[in-house]
């Protein structure tokens, strides 16, 4: 269709992703199932704090990642605004291209953004909405940048959103800012960072003690013209490895900007990545300021560290959750003294999983897909003492009288760098320690009272 024209042949022709033997995968919708292209791609995309963003659709789909992500900014809250066409049956059958130009041109006038990114959605794809071109027209006649953002729910899972909206960047704002600019690369982009309850703040400190600067932030606390500026980076660093890989392979071979997969859960990890981004940047000078930051931090982690590790001696913890944190965790609970018997993977790339084997082994319990009875079955069966999962799998943990730590982007606590390995560590102390487990022992009243109480 017309509307989705823009997107990579190899993303959306199934032939190419599964082999010809086997038909397209049919639709799984919701959240569990790994969510929507759609639905990827505002993830990446609605941390742009500053930027308008424009969902091209039904009313239902504005709500679809808006406010449900912890991503924090420091300053603009344009993005948090839930703009949106709100298509009517009227708006199906006769088309609505001149609704979204009205729209466009509305937050233009009303709220001045650096940029409005628009997104289509299964609805408006199906119709043949000619979104490119709308927004095209519109950034002649207004003189900003309105970026089509294709990726419709419809063709496939979130993690392809995610991709999309990398190559929305690379298309449209990468690169677009300051190209004129004489001064010599530096400082390092992070991608696929969000920000998840402030952890990008605590990672910049980090790296701003060691020498290292941050040029782009992708797209957590982003700002757009900050983003247009991340091909004069030295060095880029992929937080979030299923997101925006491919993101970072096209800035390699356009910019010549090498990066790195790495982490900031655990201390490890951390310092692992903070290594790194000194190597790539060969600077003695950096690399001699990370050694000195990291052997200080791993001495203080380790020293307040040691009343935890007292604690979780002996504890199994069953790990449901994606991507990057399926390993990444892994290497933060193994730090703490805590087993990991099961994990998760369906939102893990292969790469991914070869970590995972790398830090537990063969033996541990791989999750392909969720549902909260395989997760029940993997405590039960491999004598489990905590779930550390997204939110979704808070009450069903709880009703099943099992301690829970909630891991996903919907948390308010930060867990990356040195500081929030110690964090993690504290709120597993509380999950396990809580005194609602002492009155879950208790016999219930009727059990208690015995005869007596039944007559």
């Known amino acids: 269709m017309e509307a989705t024209s823009k997107i990579p042949a190899h993303d959306t022709n199934c032939l190419n992703l599964y082999p010809k033997s086997q038909a397209c995968p049919r639709p799984k919708?919701?959240?569990?199932?790994?969510?929507?292209?759609?639905?990827?791609?505002?993830?990446?995309?609605?941390?742009?704090?500053?930027?308008?963003?424009?969902?091209?659709?039904?009313?239902?789909?504005?709500?679809?990642?808006?406010?449900?992500?912890?991503?924090?900014?420091?300053?603009?809250?344009?993005?948090?605004?839930?703009?949106?066409?709100?298509?009517?049956?009227r708006d199906i059958i006769f088309g609505a291209e001149g609704k979204l130009a009205a729209g466009?041109?509305?937050?233009?006038?009303?709220?001045?953004?650096p940029a409005i990114f628009v997104y289509a959605t299964c609805v408006t794809a199906l119709?043949?909405?000619?979104?490119?071109?709308?927004?095209?027209?519109?950034?002649?006649?207004?003189?900003?940048?309105?970026?089509?953002?294709?990726?419709?729910?419809?063709?496939?899972?979130?993690?392809?959103?995610?991709r999309l909206a990398g190559e929305a960047l690379m298309q449209y704002v990468i690169g677009r800012?300051?190209?004129?600019?004489?001064?010599?690369?530096?400082?390092?982009?992070?991608?696929?960072?969000?920000?998840?309850?402030?952890?990008?703040?605590?990672?910049?400190?980090l790296m701003n003690r060691a020498g290292l600067s941050i040029r782009s932030r992708i797209t957590g606390d982003g700002r757009f013209k900050e983003i247009g500026r991340a091909h004069r980076a030295?060095?880029?660093?992929?937080?979030?490895?299923?997101?925006l890989l491919g993101l970072a392979k096209r800035m390699e071979q356009?910019?010549?900007?090498?990066?790195?997969?790495?982490?900031?859960?655990?201390?490890?990890?951390?310092?692992?990545?903070?290594?790194?981004?000194?190597?790539?940047?060969?600077?003695?000078?950096?690399?001699?300021?990370?050694?000195?930051?990291?052997?200080?931090?791993?001495a203080r982690v380790a020293e307040e560290l040691k009343p935890y590790r007292r604690l979780f001696k002996g504890k199994k913890a069953v790990l449901y959750t994606g991507g990057v944190k399926s390993w990444s965790v892994i290497s933060a609970l193994n730090e703490l003294g805590i087993s990991v018997?099961?994990?998760?993977?369906?939102k893990s790339t292969a790469e991914d999983v070869g970590r995972i084997v790398d830090r537990i082994g063969e033996n541990a319990e791989f999750i392909a897909e969720g549902g909260a009875k395989r997760i029940l079955k993997a405590v039960k069966d491999r004598k489990a003492d905590m779930i550390i999962a997204g939110g979704r799998n808070m009450y069903v943990s709880l009703k099943e009288r099992i301690p829970f730590v909630d891991i996903n982007q919907e948390r308010h606590t930060a867990y990356a760098g040195y500081d929030g390995l110690l964090r993690l560590a504290e709120q597993i102390r509380h999950a396990l320690q809580h005194p609602v487990w002492k009155l879950a022992e208790r016999a219930a009243p009727w059990e208690e009272a015995g005869e007596a109480y039944e007559r």
Request: proline share 6%.
């Open 127 to 162: 119709i043949g909405e000619d979104l490119d071109a709308v927004c095209g027209e519109a950034t002649s006649r207004l003189g900003l940048p309105v970026i089509p953002v294709n990726s419709p729910g419809f063709i496939g899972s979130k993690n392809l959103g995610n």
């Open 254 to 298: 356009s910019y010549g900007i090498p990066f790195f997969e790495g982490s900031f859960y655990g201390a490890k990890e951390t310092s692992y990545s903070l290594r790194q981004m000194a190597y790539l940047l060969n600077d003695r000078d950096t690399e001699l300021k990370v050694d000195r930051l990291v052997e200080r931090e791993e």
């Open 234 to 243: 030295r060095v880029n660093m992929v937080v979030c490895s299923r997101a």
């Open 177 to 205: 800012s300051e190209l004129d600019d004489t001064l010599p690369p530096s400082g390092v982009n992070l991608l696929g960072e969000y920000n998840i309850a402030g952890e990008m703040w605590e990672i910049e400190k």
């Open 29 to 89: 919708p919701g959240e569990s199932a790994g969510g929507c292209a759609f639905d990827g791609a505002q993830i990446t995309l609605l941390p742009i704090a500053d930027a308008a963003h424009l969902v091209h659709g039904p009313a239902a789909c504005i709500a679809n990642s808006w406010e449900s992500r912890g991503s924090l900014s420091s300053g603009p809250r344009l993005s948090d605004y839930g703009f949106g066409t709100a298509l009517s049956e």
């Open 104 to 113: 466009i041109d509305y937050i233009a006038e009303r709220f001045a953004p």
């Open 341 to 346: 018997v099961g994990v998760g993977t369906n």
